[in-house]
């Protein structure tokens, strides 16, 4: 069974930092996009950095600069290291992969992902 599980999201105050861990199962090989998606209540599901089948790595304009992914491949993970946490940073943050079988719903360059986490919180406060 493929499959991905978020971890570390929390409450923070403004300007505080927060690490979020993906852990993933089954074959899901770097040949698969990895992603960090985010959606705040009434508002659409955003990219926030994605680590493509060709190693490089695109980041939401809102998160640019704050922002950075990374893997562990000896633990099959990939975390976000989040700093310089704002407000607007407020939301459920998913990890996605393309390693499934399913009908993908959202894409980000060439990646499909089919594959969703359940999602972790993160909320800053001012």
């Known amino acids: 069974q493929v499959q991905v599980v978020e971890s570390g999201g929390g409450s923070v105050e403004a300007g505080g930092s927060l690490k979020l861990a993906c852990e993933t199962s089954g074959y899901i090989t770097s040949r698969h996009c990895l992603a960090w998606w985010r959606q705040a209540p009434g508002k659409e599901r955003e990219g926030v950095a994605l680590?493509?089948?060709?190693?490089?790595?695109t980041y939401g304009d809102s998160v640019k600069g704050r922002f950075s992914i990374f893997k562990d491949t000896a633990k099959n993970t990939v975390y976000l290291q989040m700093n310089s946490l704002k407000p607007e940073d407020t939301a459920m943050y998913y990890c996605?992969?393309?390693?499934?079988?399913?009908?993908?719903?959202?894409?980000?360059?060439?990646?499909?992902?089919?594959?969703w986490g359940q999602g972790t919180q993160v909320t800053v406060s001012s």
């Open positions: 680590l493509d089948t060709d190693g490089s790595i």
């Open positions: 996605a992969s393309t390693a499934g079988s399913n009908d993908a719903t959202y894409y980000w360059r060439e990646c499909r992902f089919d594959v």
